[in-house]
């Protein structure tokens, strides 16, 4: 009851602030979502809360501010600088040069930003969250996320670099925006954003046509459980511990490494400018270089070296890993195999084998490790989960059709990783001369878009690419008219049902 009062007198408060008032982002889409059926598109990997990671003045922009848009996405200059020279996490991944600067406007022109190459600005305001799920999104994950050694190297920060501190934080974050949304949809319960703790909820949320939400955890040492010169910072009891006190937070799906090697299990090694950023952050958090060498399967790796030939890291689970992992399925708790590397994940196949136990996910398979078919016929063998990531139309009805080489089954998640540090498609080569014509309608039910306008900006997916997350309807729509497009996301729409489906089995 606290929270809503306070919360009330909140919003009661925007009369009273300058700008409060101001328009709010469109949705530009006319028309009832379907309910009534588990159909709808994942999205198993998006980071809505990743304006606090990293010290919480990396990403700028917020997915929801109590005095509004304006508070919401126009002060990129406060995070950012003037001329964008602070932002150097977003500066080095953009140009591997951590030096430069980039326009800053946001609200109202947005001359600056969102843009769908960008890394370090928000994509997922609650407004363009919510045209997506009026396209057909009915279930994400909302990745909480933290790497404490990318925090500790931000020479700005607005929190601790603690790792379970931020994902606490951006829990609560997500909680406020679920009682925002409600607060704009006649009270509480009424909001089309449902965080859900089970895969009852999820199913019963989905079936009356509004967003299941689901709580994620990736960071680099989860339970705290980091390491130096070999030595691990936790024991199985500190394990035992952080699994409660994420389950208790509402947390149902955690990954077992990320960036860097933990106490529990080596990371996969990434390529180019951001793999060498990793590469810094694992000798700064850990005191030791990856450790390299054969991949477990053909093709899988990278190239540390020029000329050297694609290598993955040895390193696989610990013992504390592996105790880690029986713990997680103890609780019933969905496992992301994604970012751990090669040799870790086929040991967690391994186990999840042994068990029987179909929790199991590759949120966005491809990024942090590639698989190998044969992984993933284990994976869909388990009743386990995988996804396809967001590319541009016509490579993305290839992703996805795909998967048919793995069975019936296999129904793959549309994995954006907004918010993760990862680019957005940008415009069609053939943007120009076979454009996508406004207006059009959504792939299921009959909702219309037009173009999206949020302030002066109007987006538009031949010009402007995927900026944000609200142009995902029209990205499945641009793929919907491709050569096996229907075919395509006829697949992605039933993926909503299918990560349902493996979390029931996972007894979750």
């Known amino acids: 009851m606290r929270g809503w009062i306070s919360l009330a007198v909140a919003l009661a408060a925007l009369a009273f602030v300058p700008g409060a ?168 319960g009424h909001g089309w954003f449902r965080l859900v703790y089970n895969s009852r909820q999820a199913e019963r949320v989905i079936k009356r046509g509004r967003l299941a939400v689901i709580i994620g955890v990736e960071s680099s040492d989860p339970f705290g459980c980091s390491e130096f010169l070999g030595q691990p910072n ?19 799906t955690i990954f077992i490494a990320h960036w860097v090697d933990n106490a529990l299990a080596g990371a996969a090694l990434e390529g180019g400018d951001k793999g060498s950023f990793i590469g810094t952050m694992q000798m700064s958090q850990t005191g030791l270089p990856f450790q390299t060498g054969p991949c477990p399967h053909p093709g899988q790796g990278e190239e540390v070296t020029p000329g050297g030939g694609k290598v993955c890291n040895t390193r696989g689970l610990t013992d504390l890993g592996s105790y880690a992992v029986g713990r997680l399925m103890d609780q019933h708790m969905l496992i992301e195999v994604d970012h751990m590397s090669e040799l870790a994940r086929d040991q967690v196949l391994s186990i999840a084998e042994q068990r029987h136990y179909a929790g199991v996910i590759s949120s966005h398979t491809g990024t942090g490790g590639s698989w190998d078919p044969s992984e993933l016929r284990r994976l869909y063998a388990l009743g386990g989960f995988a996804s396809a990531t967001v590319d541009g139309a016509a490579a993305l009805v290839k992703k996805v059709l795909a998967f048919r080489a793995y069975g019936a089954a296999a129904k793959p998640g549309l994995a954006t990783d907004v918010g993760g540090f990862a680019a957005m498609p940008g415009p069609a080569a053939d943007a120009k001369t076979r454009p996508l014509h406004y207006p059009f309608r959504a792939f299921r039910g009959k ?18 690419g995927v900026a944000h997350y609200g142009l995902i309807p029209d990205l499945l729509a641009d793929a919907q008219r491709r050569a096996g497009g229907r075919r395509a996301l006829d697949m992605l729409f039933h993926s909503a049902g299918a990560y349902v489906h493996t979390w029931r089995r996972a007894g979750g």
């Not at 917020?62 to 003037?82: E, I, R």
Request: neutral net charge; proline residues 4%.
């Open 234 to 252: 936790c024991d199985r009891a500190a394990i035992d511990r952080g699994i409660a006190h994420f389950k208790s937070e509402g947390v149902r």
């Open 447 to 464: 909702v219309k878009f037009t173009r999206e306008r949020t302030g002066s900006r109007t987006f538009d997916l031949n010009k402007d």
């Open 21 to 188: 008032n101001a328009r709010d982002a469109g949705l530009n889409a006319r028309g009832k979502p379907f309910r009534g059926s588990l159909l709808g598109f994942a999205d198993p990997h998006v980071h809505i809360t990743a304006d606090q990671r990293a010290g919480g003045l990396v990403i700028s922009g917020k997915p929801f501010d109590p005095h509004g848009v304006a508070a919401a996405l126009g002060h990129d200059a406060d995070v950012h600088g003037s001329d964008g020279s602070l932002d150097i996490t977003g500066n080095l991944l953009r140009a591997g040069n951590p030096a430069g600067t980039h326009d800053t406007h946001g609200w109202p022109t947005f001359s600056g930003w969102p843009t769908f190459d960008t890394y370090t600005h928000q994509q997922v305001y609650y407004r363009w969250l919510q045209r997506a799920w009026m396209g057909g999104l009915r279930l994400v994950v909302a990745q909480t996320v933290e790497d404490e050694p990318l925090c500790k190297i931000e020479p700005r920060r607005a929190h601790s670099c603690d790792e379970t501190a931020t994902v606490d934080l951006e829990i609560r974050e997500l909680r406020a925006l679920q009682r925002y949304v409600d607060a704009k949809s006649g009270g509480r």
